[in-house]
């Protein structure tokens, strides 16, 4: 089952604006992180943010982590036409030993219009 | 040169069939994947591998099989393909002694089975 489920499924902006997209899941993680996908193409790791982590930043891109809540934000500031993709949260979880397997949610497909 | 390539980047092949995918990875990590996308499912883990002697099954491994070859080399078989088999099938690898949770994923294999 999907650890990770992302909200909206999908976002449309205009060129400048920010974007936000949100990530839940069910149990306890290590980290989470974000990955980017342009159509049809394979993931980019964005980010990583540890369990003990609050808040990280990269760039245009800010994480944000509330494990009481189970949850995380991607804010992109200052969206440009070229993030158009669709954005997918993956968590690993605490199972034990160290397997390093994720699990990817269904993804926000952003689009950003020019 | 692309770190993750895979073999052939799309496929047609008919029910029945027995295929093969390739994946081939410069980058020197130890752990490889095998992850299937379908629309609106987001990625499904289907076998991992933690090097040459190591094999696990993912969540969906029914119908698929795999061998790794050498470090560099892991393939995804289709003993008898099915049209549910119709996806896009990714590849991955991650480095356990650097950063064992970020994955880098070829650019993908579009199957397709009639």
């Known amino acids: 089952s999907q650890q990770g489920e992302e909200d909206p499924q999908a976002l449309s902006i205009q060129e400048g604006e920010n974007a936000t997209m949100n990530c839940s899941y069910k149990?306890?993680?290590?980290?989470l992180q974000w990955y980017r996908q342009n159509s049809g193409r394979g993931l980019v790791h964005l980010i990583l943010?540890?369990?003990?982590?609050r808040e990280k930043h990269s760039g245009r891109l800010r994480v944000t982590l509330d494990t009481s809540k189970k949850s995380s934000s991607l804010l992109i500031t200052a969206s440009r036409a070229a993030d158009t993709a669709s954005y997918f949260c993956?968590?690993?979880?605490?199972?034990?030993?160290?397997?390093?397997?994720?699990?990817f949610g269904k993804g926000t497909l952003l689009t950003v219009n020019p | 040169d692309a770190d993750v390539t895979q073999t052939p980047r799309n496929r047609i092949t008919k029910t029945g069939k027995r295929i093969m995918l390739e994946c081939s990875q410069t980058?020197?990590?130890?752990?490889m994947y095998w992850y299937r996308q379908d629309p609106g499912l987001g990625l499904r883990l289907i076998y991992y591998?933690?090097?040459?002697?190591?094999?696990n099954k993912g969540e969906i491994s029914d119908g698929y099989s795999v061998s790794r070859q050498a470090q560099a080399k892991f393939s995804l078989s289709l003993e008898s393909a099915i049209p549910n088999q119709t996806a896009l099938y990714f590849c991955?690898?991650?480095?356990?002694?650097?950063?064992?949770?970020?994955?880098?994923f070829g650019p993908g294999t579009r199957l397709t089975v009639t």
């Open positions: 991955a690898t991650s480095d356990t002694a650097r950063h064992p949770y970020e994955q880098y």
């Open positions: 149990t306890s993680i290590n980290n």
């Open positions: 943010i540890r369990s003990n982590e």
């Open positions: 993956a968590t690993d979880y605490r199972s034990g030993g160290s397997n390093y397997k994720l699990t």
């Open positions: 980058k020197g990590h130890d752990r």
């Open positions: 591998s933690f090097d040459v002697k190591d094999i």
